[in-house]
């Protein structure tokens, strides 16, 4: 009968290395066991799978037990953790999960030389195959829906109910399994460059992340290693399942992983015929996915079909695997590798292998329209004509760029033969080197874990303050709603896809709102005399050194580039490992991972003062640059500038609109760029409203011109970086918005004459300077929206303080009824400018820039006329005071007012919702 083992089938002699002390053993068992009866111990290792050395005991009288214990030598303080088998066994031994019986936990490294622990010997047969050779169809049909029934009574125990709440962190799973598989592979590329479908498949992994992943409600005991080979059943009915072994990885986290997981011979590549994969079509009796999953399903009593985050699940699996994989790989080749076959296991091929499944996968996934053009095409290149048919549709989608040319479309393509006979055996049944070199790779994610920003528990965040900014308006604002609801109802709301109640801030972002509160009110607002005294002294182009120490104390407490989103952050790590950026500071200066609707938030909160972005390095036109650079820059050019920017140490402006013409619609632009005979290029124009480029501290532009006036229309203009102090540009001076200067930052006027650069100055090439351009209207742009919508509180709060301070006609002017209604109506306004512009941002995250761009444009028209609205009632209930500089309200006023122009007039954005909806209607009659 086929590959089956018999659980005493792999025995072997004890190694020397590994042997243990049959006489002490014997002595703290007689002193610890009861019952035990004392005699000599015939005790053998077994050799299947275990990367914690694993003995049968024979006692006299015929007791059969199994110890596992950790490993000799130095391991990771969190490696080998048998305690937590042996709490978990423990734990789940009055429950209906089949596990053995545990005799003892022993952690007192003196008897044995490591801790262990020990459990009765299940005798029972262990499927090593999972298509299950020489089984009759029924048999096998018996075995899967024993296996999907385990694992259903695994996750339906609570872990609470078993003392196991502490096992592990509560909700949040996937977005940490994202994370630290993806450090874990990026640490794990020690030459070269990572694998640009690893980054891709990390990318699209960070920005699906289940909606109530953070919802600690749907956390079970997670096996972490379900699979059929780790089962031992019955001998004599394939329909039982006797114990679950091996839980090594086991921890608290989202089911639907651990299902997945155990879903992966469905999916890994059949061409790679050591790994552990269902053949085609599937073996009688062994049901396909979908039946498999109905069963689990209908054993947790769960509807069925799944939720549309399946090919998440699945795509975070093999990334999981394609990462310890890669893992191994490097450490073979760092000569390190304790298996001597480690370097095949790993080899680049299997990994990309891999990674292309999942990518097709993702591929597929519902909603996935706009982001599967970028998927696709890297499906392409990587698999050529190869690549399912079910996404071939996909294929050759010309891909949405998301980082550089260097980056995923440009590879050669050298996966599909290498596969062929690549010898991953040790996978397919893995030996305790094998295993010992995959566990050593997982352990030490444990101690990436501990790298993470902390995460609150949606439950424990019901008393936050996240709905309390200084001025937060009584019962108000959006904020307050979704973090006071139940967890568990903010799920349901999440599953059942209201898109309202899922804007609010999550349970991962406010611990970093209230830290950002604080410094808010700790230290923004006590500097702000002092800065705006300083912007108004002759003194006020240079940056006051009070500035400067808000960015050091920002950078403290963690409070820095929060604008940067996972997936560019998980392409630039190896650029700040190149520039000898320490792990700490690659920490710091990649943000905390936040998705841009967790961003809106901060940047609210960061909008209610002028100077408080910069203090966090999130202020216009930085992040839009360092996103342009990000996205489309060359290495070299990334090299020169992401790592000073990142650091906040240098600034930089954008340099597009022109005196002379209409820069509302840049085909307008006159500014030249021209190539000359020695490759650099020579830039002549004038440019005014260059935000930044008086900061003393501005060290680089990057211009907009023409390289080819005959072009067609759109492929005229280029984008170019030149260094400030590059000869021949003059900044001729700032120009007033409504009298404010906006110094030391400034929109100047400059001058370009006959300006030289470097061929390599370029960005993206000649003539795709709106395909930047359109990248740019990304997220960048969006922040002032968010930025806004800080400032609109802010003025709320101001007008709601006025009014109850001040008498007018002997009442206090709330009492006056048009004041009260001005009140009321800023409050409505806000709250659905608020809306719009959390919608845009969630629509970012999800459906990328181009599909977002109705919503997007939608945000900037609304936000800013939204916000003056209320800055001119909170100015009207001021009097005087209110257009003088006795409140900031004057000087906001100014800078909501450019904003119905600096990004772009918000007739252009109205134009462009407009269009949206005529096409849409014109689709719809179709
Ligand atoms: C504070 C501030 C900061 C800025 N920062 C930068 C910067 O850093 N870099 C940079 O390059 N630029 C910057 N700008 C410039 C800004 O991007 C431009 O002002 C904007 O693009 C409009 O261009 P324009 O001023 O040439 O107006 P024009 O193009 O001349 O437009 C004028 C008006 O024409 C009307 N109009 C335009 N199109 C239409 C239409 N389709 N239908 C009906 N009416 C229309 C609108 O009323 C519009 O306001 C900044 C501007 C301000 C005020």
Redesign the pocket.
């Known amino acids: 009968m086929g590959p089956t083992l018999d659980t005493a089938s792999s025995l072997v002699p004890q190694s020397p290395a590994l042997r243990i002390d049959e006489g002490a053993l014997r002595r703290y068992l007689s002193a610890a066991v009861p019952g035990f009866s004392g005699g000599p111990l015939e005790v053998f290792q077994f050799s299947h799978g275990q990367s914690n050395p694993t003995y049968l005991v024979k006692a006299a009288g015929g007791a059969a037990y199994v110890l596992r214990k950790k490993p000799p030598g130095k391991v990771l303080p969190s490696a080998h953790a048998v305690e937590r088998e042996y709490r978990v066994l423990a734990a789940l031994q009055a429950t209906p999960v089949p596990v053995p019986r545990v005799v003892c936990l022993c952690e007192d490294p003196a008897v044995l030389g490591t801790p262990f622990y020990l459990m009765e010997h299940v005798k029972g047969r262990i499927y090593a195959d999972p298509s299950l050779p020489g089984m009759a169809p029924q048999q096998r049909a018996a075995v899967y829906e024993a296996m999907a029934r385990t694992l259903a009574t695994l996750h339906s125990v609570a872990p609470a109910q078993v003392g196991l709440e502490g096992y592990g962190k509560a909700g949040g799973y996937n977005r940490r399994q994202v994370w630290r598989w993806g450090q874990q592979y990026r640490q794990s590329v020690v030459q070269g460059e990572p694998m640009p479908e690893m980054l891709q498949l990390h990318a699209w992994l960070a920005a699906h992340i289940p909606a109530n992943d953070a919802d600690p409600a749907g956390t079970r005991i997670s096996h972490g290693d379900f699979r059929l080979d780790n089962l031992v059943f019955d001998s004599a009915s394939p329909s039982r399942v006797l114990a679950v072994l091996d839980w090594e990885l086991s921890t608290l986290g989202d089911p639907l992983a651990d299902l997945a997981y155990n879903c992966l011979p469905y999916h890994l590549p059949a061409d790679i015929p050591s790994l552990v994969s269902l053949p085609r079509p599937l073996p009688p009796g062994i049901p396909d996915e979908q039946a498999y999953i109905r069963t689990y399903c209908a054993a947790r009593g769960l509807p069925y079909p799944l939720q549309a985050d399946w090919p998440f699940y699945l795509a975070l699996s093999i990334f999981r695997l394609a990462a310890i994989l890669a893992g191994v790989g490097a450490r073979a080749a760092q000569g390190n590798a304790s298996s001597r076959i480690a370097a095949q296991v790993g080899a680049d091929s299997v990994v990309r292998s891999l990674a292309c499944k999942a990518l097709q996968i993702a591929c597929l996934a519902p909603g996935n329209s706009s982001s599967s053009a970028n998927l696709g095409s890297s499906l392409g290149s990587s698999l050529g004509s190869g690549g399912s048919s079910g996404s071939s549709h996909l294929m050759g989608t010309p891909a949405e760029p998301y980082a550089n040319p260097r980056h995923p479309l440009a590879r050669p393509d050298d996966t599909s033969n290498i596969l062929a006979g690549n010898p991953l055996e040790e996978y397919a049944n893995p030996s305790p080197a094998w295993k010992s070199a995959a566990a050593e790779a997982v352990k030490a994610l444990d101690e990436a874990d501990r790298l993470l920003p902390p995460r609150t528990p949606a439950s424990s965040g019901a008393g936050g303050s996240a709905g309390g900014g200084s001025s937060g308006g009584g019962g108000g604002g959006l904020r307050a709603q979704p973090t006071a609801a139940p967890a568990t109802a903010a799920a349901a709301v999440a599953r059942s896809g209201s898109a309202t109640s899922g804007l609010g801030p999550s349970p991962c972002v406010q611990p970093i709102l209230r830290k950002l509160r604080r410094f808010m009110e700790e230290h923004v607002y006590p500097a702000e005399p002092t800065l705006n005294a300083h912007a108004a002294s002759d003194q006020r182009w240079t940056i006051h050194p009070v500035q400067e120490q808000l960015k050091e104390e920002a950078k403290r407490q963690g409070l820095w580039n929060l604008w940067l989103p996972a997936d560019m952050a998980a392409a630039l790590q190896p650029l700040l490992q190149e520039a000898s950026a320490s792990e700490e500071e690659q920490r710091l200066l990649l943000g905390a991972g936040l998705t841009n609707l967790e961003y809106a938030h901060c940047a609210e909160e960061m909008g209610r003062s002028v100077w408080a972005p910069e203090c966090f390095n999130c202020s216009a ?1 930085d992040t839009g640059n360092m996103e342009v650079l990000a996205r489309y820059g060359s290495r070299p050019q990334q090299r020169a500038w992401l790592p000073p920017l990142l650091r906040g140490q240098v600034r930089s ?5 022109e005196p002379a ?5 840049a085909t307008n632009i006159t500014a030249s760029i021209q190539r000359q005979p020695d490759g650099s290029y020579l830039l002549r124009g004038r ?1 005014w ?4 480029a008086s900061d003393p501290r501005c060290a680089v532009a990057i211009f907009m011109g023409k390289t080819d006036p005959q072009a067609p229309t759109h492929a005229q203009q280029s984008m170019i970086l030149v260094p400030m102090n590059t000869p021949g540009i003059t900044v001729v001076r700032p120009l007033p ?1 409504f009298g404010f200067d906006d110094a030391p930052h400034g ?1 100047a006027e400059v001058l370009f004459d006959s300006v030289r650069v470097p061929a390599g100055a370029m960005i993206l090439g000649e003539g795709r300077g709106f395909e930047v351009a359109q990248g740019r209207l990304g997220p960048g742009r969006l922040h002032h929206c968010m930025r806004l919508i800080g400032m609109g509180e802010r003025a709320l709060g101001l007008l709601v303080q006025r009014s109850e301070s001040r008498v007018a006609f002997r009442q206090q002017l709330y009492r006056h009824q048009s004041v009260r209604l001005d009140i009321a109506r800023s409050r409505m306004e806000l709250d659905a400018a608020r809306l719009v512009v959390l919608e845009a941002a969630h629509a970012l995250d999800c459906v990328g820039n181009k599909a977002a761009r109705g919503k997007i444009a939608a945000a900037k028209a609304l936000a800013p006329s939204a916000v003056l609205a209320i800055l001119d009632r909170a100015i009207q209930v001021h009097g005087a005071a209110g257009v003088s500089d006795v409140t900031p309200l004057a000087h906001m006023w100014a800078g909501a007012r ?1 904003l119905r ?5 918000d ?2 954005h109205l ?1 462009t919702i407009a269009k949206l909806e005529l096409a849409g209607a014109r689709r719809a009659r179709l």
């Open positions: 036109p402006c954008f340099a597009m609109t013409v209409a820069s509302s619609d440019k409203w260059a935000s930044g918005v929109h450019t122009l600096a990004d772009g007039p007739i252009v134009e």
